[in-house]
């Protein structure tokens, strides 16, 4: 299905571009922006789910946009252009016949902890901004994402995980390390942003709800680089915290954990942005 608007710059990069489809119909229509994965390292977002003509037959539009890359650029750039995207796409929320104040995220893997800092994060922005974008709400309403990473810091994940996480490219080129040694061998030159870009630090009381899918083994210690990095135990984790804080998080894991109100990320989805 062809977009509405196809490679909209949101911002002077090449790589900073978006993809719009309108939801059919009266709006304005809620919107859920997809945040494609890769470890920061790689993806793009033409890997967009093909269902997600879901949504649009629902009323509910959908955006896909493309960020800076770790061998272009390393943190904060991927996360902070999806701030600068989720900025962006509030500009045109009257030409694109969006409602504003009813925005989702959703993607898998890097996709998924961007959503989630995003969940979480203080809003960026600026109201005494000249520029018009900076003056827009990063916040959301909700989030459903599915293999994400909760923290992204050695020093903890390790303790979680094993140490099969720690070679996983995204947790040492997505700082600017060369290897996995290189960054334990320089911690604290990187620890600021591992602090930092880990969504379980920002995690505080009446957050927009989260939804966690994840369909990995749950054998501890991660039998592998692919298996740590999106290991279930990132949810339970991060669940464990919400549920202290009395946050709404719902984390399904078949077989170990399920949602007493959502059998599905898309019901959950639909209930947020239609209720």
């Known amino acids: 299905m062809n977009p509405t608007f196809a490679n909209i710059p949101y911002g002077p990069d090449p790589q900073q571009v978006l993809d719009f489809w309108s939801a059919p119909g009266q709006g304005p229509h809620p919107l859920l922006i997809f945040i494609h994965g890769g470890g920061w390292c790689n993806g793009d977002k033409d890997k967009c789910p093909a269902d ?55 993607g ?75 960054a334990l061998e320089n911690y604290t030159h990187y620890a600021d942003l591992y602090h930092e870009f880990s969504p379980i630090n920002h995690l505080s009381a009446n957050d927009p709800p989260l939804l966690m899918s994840y369909d990995k083994s749950m054998t501890l210690p991660s039998v592998d680089p692919g298996h740590g990095i999106h290991h279930p135990f990132y949810g339970v984790k991060l669940k464990e915290r919400a549920d202290q804080l009395g946050v709404e998080c719902h984390l399904l894991i078949e077989g170990v954990s399920h949602s007493e109100r959502y059998a599905s990320p898309q019901e959950f989805l639909l209930d947020k942005l239609q209720g």
Not at 166 to 178: D, T
């Open 52 to 106: 997600f003509s879901f949504y649009l037959q629902r009323g509910i539009s959908y955006a896909a946009f493309n960020y800076r890359l770790a061998g272009t650029a390393i943190l904060p750039a991927p996360v902070h252009d999806a701030a600068r995207a989720i900025q962006f796409i509030r500009t045109k929320a009257e030409s694109w016949n969006i409602d504003k104040q009813r925005l989702a995220l959703t």
């Open 108 to 182: 898998s893997s890097a996709g998924a902890c961007t959503s989630m800092w995003m969940l979480f994060h203080p809003d960026l922005a600026d109201p005494s901004a000249g520029d018009l974008l900076a003056r827009q709400s990063t916040r959301v309403t909700a989030a459903a994402v599915s293999g994400g990473q909760t923290s992204i810091d050695p020093k903890v994940i390790e303790d979680w995980l094993g140490p099969n996480v720690l070679k996983h490219q995204m947790i040492y080129r997505s700082v600017g390390a060369e290897s996995t040694e290189q």
